[in-house]
């Protein structure tokens, strides 16, 4: 292209182009609302860096191409900070809260500026578990970016600040001559694994958590380094502001006591500051953020947010209040290096260091075999953690997770708890490696793992007792088979007493017996005999379901029950013929071929007719409305359940998965959606709300 056009035709084009793709940065770190692929971004970028290859004189250290990095630094510079960077305030529970709000109010009305009546009007946010910075624009360029420091002065991370695209080199509209933003550098969690699996392969140092990782890559004294790091950024304060456009209000602009005299703001309250450095290009994390109302209102916002802690796509330790109106921030002021006007509340931590007493492994479903730690009692995410999952042998191996280690535990929200790794310093003499064993420790058989996978499992299938309980529980859930009073505690009682060897045999139970049993009732047992008996007609894609076949979930068996019609049907088809069913790989029909290639597997079914289990065929598509379509349901909907959506997804031809995807056409989102949405809206797939679905159902 270069070759073809002169000068001031490159000029121009490499404008448009800077213009375009910062454009696109703003979509995408401002607004998380991306219109074009990774792809295209790319081909925007290399048409740039091309045409500044080939004319150097258009080459400005605004460029995008310039957040590659420059040369390594020998150290970092300091930088002391015109406004001090405060910290703030701790409150750890609702008291210290509410303390809190007394103290604002009563300063207020004492001032004049709050009714007897009235509540302090506060602005709510998420505290972003990552890495303090000021930026510093002058002329509406990015000039000078600083760490907290000791909160008067801080190291000078320009260079690195420069190459994280979410941080605007010049800002939008009209700004002040000088502006400091305060924000939060940080990663998100999925970034955070894929950076661990490439630092991991390359054989470098893996890092412990998000917060710890985004810290390490702006500390790098290459640039170069940093750039290659998925590193993002959130406004959520400011710092100096002189010479703004226009006339503006005298107002107070946060200094700390001693502080030099700012400049005049252009809103009163903080929630408008932040819409205003959104205005100005900023990122600003506004879909989480909001207004409250006293003592109470922070408390349920507290509430709110700790609920939707583990969905969130980065780590928060907790919420910060701020009182929203600019001139009673200026009445409360400051005490030591903390303002008045601020509360940090604290989650309960997410991470603990406690010793690892042994590694067991547990058997599931499949017979996939997990080590599991046992843990000296620690209490990390709000309980008390006795066990979290070491995943597989391989990752016990990558960590160098050994018996008697000093460990780091995390649990968010209520995930389950993980060993994030050892502290080695703590490491004692007599720690041991971990050795998986080589028989079940359920049924003895042999524990086997084969090239492709990590995961070792045990090969005694439903002789497994641990396997047996879990396919039991399995073939009751809801999307399966759907017995109603066949919960964990019953299975245990009825597979360890040798009355229940196979689904089969579920079929044969009787009120009587089941009465007998501890925690069953003679209404609970009769109420279970009555949906065992209603499970003895199932469709067919449900029964498929429930046999608990490895790789085939809901949808692939209500698919290959179309397909084949029978049970029979499926039994017999080779590979090839199983391959032929809608969406069914080599893999899948691979799985499902050696299912019923094992006699105890064919016997089961055997059995089930025998006990009168029947399946009916699965109802085809009832139109082709959605042909093609693959749906994500999150959330709760208001008249319709999940499996109503999903009936009514199915019967006009479309699909339904369970994760999002830049193939997923529509997320169906309600009430308490959660990462599934936030994934939706970072890849552009258009969300609906239930009565959105119903119209395009033409309903």
């Known amino acids: 292209m270069a070759a073809r056009i002169d000068a001031e035709q490159a000029a121009r084009r490499a404008a448009e182009l800077r213009a375009e793709i910062e454009q696109h940065n703003e979509r995408y770190y401002v607004h998380d609302a991306p219109t074009i692929s990774d792809a295209e971004y790319d081909a925007l970028m290399r048409e740039l860096a091309q045409l500044e290859a080939d004319f150097p004189e258009l080459v400005t250290p605004e460029s995008p191409t310039q957040r590659v990095g420059a040369a390594p630094l020998s150290a970092f510079g300091s930088v002391s900070h015109a406004v001090p960077m405060l910290s703030l305030g701790n409150a750890f529970d609702a008291e210290e809260v509410q303390a809190f709000d007394r103290r604002v109010a009563d300063t207020l009305r004492g001032a004049g500026l709050l009714g007897p009546d009235e509540s302090p009007e506060y602005f709510c946010e998420q505290k972003l578990d990552g890495l303090a910075i000021s930026l510093r624009y002058e002329a509406g360029k990015l000039v000078q970016a600083a760490t907290r420091g000791d909160g008067q002065t801080g190291e000078d991370v320009t260079s690195n600040v420069r190459t994280i695209r979410a941080v605007p080199l010049h800002l939008k509209g009209e700004p002040p001559r000088v502006l400091e933003v305060r924000g939060e550098v940080l990663m998100n969690r999925a970034d955070f694994e894929s950076l661990n699996r490439s630092q991991a392969a390359r054989g470098e140092k893996v890092f412990v958590n998000p917060r710890n990782a985004a810290a390490g890559s702006l500390r790098q004294l290459d640039p170069r380094i940093t750039a290659k790091r998925p590193l993002r950024f959130f406004a959520y304060s400011w710092g100096e502001v002189h010479g703004l456009p226009g006339r503006q209000a005298e107002l107070f602009s946060e200094p700390a006591p001693g502080a030099r005299q700012q400049s005049t703001l252009p809103h009163e309250r903080h929630s408008a500051m932040l819409d205003w450095l959104a205005e100005l290009g900023l990122p600003v994390n506004k879909r989480h953020n909001r207004r409250a109302s006293g003592a109470a209102g922070l408390l349920e916002y507290y509430e709110q947010v700790g609920g939707e802690r583990a969905n969130l796509p980065y780590d928060i330790d907790g919420v910060v209040y701020k009182v929203d109106s600019l001139p009673a921030q200026k009445v409360l002021g400051f005490v030591a290096r903390a303002p008045r006007f601020a509360l940090a509340h604290k989650f309960p931590a997410e991470e603990a260091s406690t010793r690892l007493v042994d590694i067991e ?210 039994m017999q088809a080779d590979e090839e013929a199983l391959a032929s069913a809608p969406d069914v790989g080599p893999v899948v029909a691979g799985s499902i071929r050696r299912f019923f290639a094992e006699p105890h597997n064919r016997e089961i079914i055997e059995l089930l007719k025998a006990q009168g289990v029947h399946p009916v065929a699965e109802a085809g598509p009832q139109g082709d409305t959605l042909s093609g379509k693959t749906f994500v349901l999150t959330g ?50 258009p969300v609906l709300d239930e009565d959105g679905l119903k119209a395009l159902l033409g309903m």
């Open 636 to 685: 709760t909907m208001p008249n319709w359940t999940r499996d109503d959506a999903t009936r009514h997804i199915l019967a006009a031809g479309g699909k339904v998965s369970g994760s999002v995807s830049k193939k997923t056409a529509y997320v169906v989102a309600g009430e308490d959606a959660g990462s599934k949405l936030l994934k939706a809206q970072e890849l552009g797939v």
């Open 361 to 570: 492994v547990q058997v599931g479903r499949t017979g996939a075999i997990t080590p599991v730690a046992r843990l000296q009692p620690v209490f990390v995410g709000g309980v008390t953690v006795t066990n979290a999952t070491l995943h597989n042998e391989d990752e016990i191996r990558r960590k160098d997770v050994r018996i008697g280690d000093t460990v780091i535990v995390r649990r968010a929200g209520d995930v389950i708890p993980e060993v994030v790794g050892p502290v080695p310093d703590k490491r004692p003499a007599d720690a041991r490696e971990f050795v998986m064993p080589k028989s079940c420790p359920v049924c003895g058989s042999a524990i086997e793992r084969t090239e492709d996978e990590a995961i070792a499992r045990c090969t005694g299938g439903l002789f497994c007792a641990a396997q047996r309980k879990q396919t039991l529980l399995h073939a009751a859930g809801r999307k399966a088979l759907d017995i109603d009073g066949l919960g964990e505690k019953l299975v245990d009682q009825l597979v360890e007493s040798g009355r229940v060897k196979s689904l089969a045999d579920l079929y044969s139970l009787t009120a009587f017996e089941l009465a007998a049993l501890d925690r069953m009732g003679k209404k609970s047992a009769e109420n279970l005999v009555a949906a065992i008996d209603k499970a003895r007609t199932p469709t067919l894609g449900r029964l498929l379901f429930a046999l608990g076949i490895r790789h085939v979930g809901e949808t692939t068996a209500r698919d290959v029950a179309r397909h084949f019609g029978s049970i029979e049907s499926i």
